[in-house]
C-alpha cells in the first residue's frame, strides 16, 4: 500500500519552521510497511493545495497531510479537501463542545474564528486532539483515504500514535523492521566495498549505507508479515555483517550512541578517564557528560588550548614545544602522558590540531590533527588530515578521538584487533 505525505505551510517554504513532521511520519509508515515514494511541502494557498492533494490520490492509496486546520483564515487543508472531494462542512458538536471548554477553563472568549475548527467534512472521522484545538480527520473515498493532521508536534505526534496509526496498521497488516549496524574506524566507501555483494544481492531484506560523521550506519530492512518473522529474516545478515567487519561495529542498537558505546567500554573495565583538549575545545567531554553514568568515568576535562596550559596542567615539556611545534605527534603523546600521570586516571585522550580557517602551513595545514590515547601507561598517538571548515574539523577531530579511545581500549583489555585504518578525507 502506498502512502503520500503533504506538508502545509508558507512557513515551511520559507525555512522559519524545520520541517520534522515529515522526518516522524515517514519513518512511523515505513515501520509499518507502507510504501512512501512522494513527500510535498506546498505553502497555504488554496489553488496549489488542491493540486497537489488532487494527483497525491491519484497515485497513493493514503495521503497525509500535516498542517492548515487553525482558525485562520490561511488554514485552507479541510476546506480544500472537503471541496476536492464534493463534501459540506458540517458543525461537529462534539468539537464544539471541546473549544468552548478549552477556553472556559482559561477564562478566555473566543472569538468567531475560533469555532470554524469545529467544523468537519461531511462522512468523515473525528480524531480527538487530546492536545489542542483543532481535530483530525479521515475521509474514506472508496479504496482510499485522506488524514487530515494538525501541524504542531506536540499535538501531531501523540494523535497519530493513539488513533492514527491503529487506522493504518488495518489498512496494511505487514511491517517494515529496520536493524541498525554502527560502525567507526572505517570510511564509508571502504564499508560498501566490504558488503558490495550483499548489497547486489538483496531483496528482502535490503541494506544501505549511510555515512555520519567519523561514522558509517549499515541500515538493514525486512518486511514480513509479523515482527517474528522480520526478527527472523534479520538474524542472518546481521550475523554476517558482524562476521564481516568484526570489532569496527560499535553497536547494533538504534538508540546506542558512540559516546554511549565509550562510557560502558570503560564502566565494564573499571577505568577512569581525562580528557585533555587543544583544537576539539571541550566536544569531546561534552558528548562524553552527556551520557547518563558518565560520572562514575570521566575524571577530569583539560581545555589546554595555549602552550602555557600544555606545560602547566599536562606537563608537556618546553623544549618539546619549541622544536616540534604544539601540533606534533610528540606534543599528543606528552598530552596523553600528562593527563594519565596528574590526574591518576587510567586512561587519557588527548587532542591537539589546527581547526583554521587561519594557522595553516604547507608543512602543517588546516585540518591537521594529532591524537593521543594513553591506556594504562601504553601510548598511541595517530595523525589525521580533516577537511571541511572550523566545526566540521573540530566534530571530525572529536569522533575520531573517541573511536580511537575506544579501539585502544579493547585492544588492551579485550585482546580486540584492528587493521590498518583505511581513511577517507
Not at 478566555?108 to 473525528?126: C, H, L, R, Y
Not at 568515568?297 to 618539546?320: D, H, I, M, P
Request: glycine share 10%; hydrophobic share 35%; with cysteine.
Amino acid at each position: 500500500m502506498v502512502v503520500e505525505l503533504i506538508c502545509v505551510g508558507t512557513e515551511l517554504l520559507l525555512g522559519n519552521i524545520v520541517n520534522t513532521n515529515a522526518a516522524f511520519l515517514s519513518e512511523q509508515c515505513a515501520a509499518l510497511g507502507l510504501s512512501n515514494y512522494y513527500q510535498t511541502v506546498v505553502g497555504d494557498n488554496e489553488e496549489r493545495l488542491k493540486g497537489v492533494m488532487k494527483t497525491a490520490m491519484e497515485r497513493s492509496d493514503i495521503v497525509i497531510l500535516s498542517g492548515g486546520l487553525g482558525p485562520t483564515k490561511d488554514d485552507l487543508t479541510k476546506e480544500t479537501a472537503a471541496a476536492l472531494l464534493g463534501k459540506k462542512l458540517k458543525l461537529h458538536e462534539p468539537s464544539k463542545k471541546k473549544i468552548q471548554d478549552f477556553f472556559e477553563k482559561r477564562n478566555i472568549t473566543p472569538t468567531e474564528n475560533n469555532w470554524k475548527q469545529a467544523m468537519a467534512p461531511e462522512g468523515a472521522i473525528v480524531v480527538e486532539n487530546e492536545n489542542g484545538t483543532a481535530p483530525g480527520f479521515i475521509i474514506e473515498e472508496g479504496e482510499k483515504a485522506l488524514i487530515l493532521l494538525p501541524g504542531p508536534p506536540n499535538e501531531l505526534l501523540p494523535m497519530f500514535e493513539k488513533s492514527i496509526k491503529p487506522y493504518l496498521k488495518e489498512k496494511e497488516p505487514g511491517i517494515i523492521l529496520s536493524q541498525t549496524i554502527k560502525i567507526c574506524g572505517l570510511g564509508e566507501s571502504y564499508v560498501e566495498t566490504m558488503i558490495q555483494d550483499m548489497i547486489e544481492k538483496q531483496e528482502n531484506p535490503t541494506i544501505a549505507p549511510y555515512a555520519k560523521t567519523g561514522e558509517v550506519h549499515l541500515r538493514a530492512t525486512a518486511r514480513a508479515k509479523s515482527e517474528k518473522e522480520a526478527k527472523k529474516l534479520l538474524k542472518p545478515m546481521t550475523k554476517e555483517l558482524k562476521s564481516r567487519i568484526g570489532g569496527y561495529i560499535y553497536t547494533t542498537e538504534e538508540n546506542v550512541t558512540l559516546e554511549m558505546a565509550v562510557i560502558d567500554l570503560l564502566k565494564n573495565n573499571r577505568l577512569t578517564l581525562t580528557i585533555a583538549e587543544s583544537c576539539t575545545g571541550g566536544m569531546i567531554v561534552s558528548r562524553l557528560i552527556n551520557v547518563q553514568g558518565a560520572s562514575d568515568v570521566v575524571r577530569e576535562g583539560l581545555v589546554t588550548y595555549s602552550n602555557k596550559a600544555k606545560r602547566k596542567y599536562l606537563g608537556v615539556k618546553k623544549g618539546t614545544l619549541a622544536k616540534k611545534g604544539a601540533v606534533s605527534e610528540e606534543t599528543a603523546k606528552e598530552m596523553a602522558k600528562g593527563g594519565v600521570f596528574f590526574t591518576k586516571s587510567d586512561v587519557c585522550i588527548a587532542t591537539t590540531g589546527i581547526a583554521g580557517p587561519g594557522g595553516g602551513s604547507e608543512e602543517k595545514p588546516v585540518g591537521l590533527v594529532y591524537i593521543g590515547c594513553n591506556v594504562c601507561g601504553k601510548i598511541t598517538v595517530k595523525k589525521y588530515q580533516f577537511g571541511g571548515g572550523r566545526e566540521k574539523i573540530r566534530q571530525s577531530a572529536t569522533a575520531a578521538a573517541l573511536t580511537l579511545l575506544r579501539q585502544c581500549v579493547l585492544e588492551h583489555y579485550s585482546k580486540v584487533t584492528f587493521g590498518k585504518e583505511k581513511k577517507e578525507k
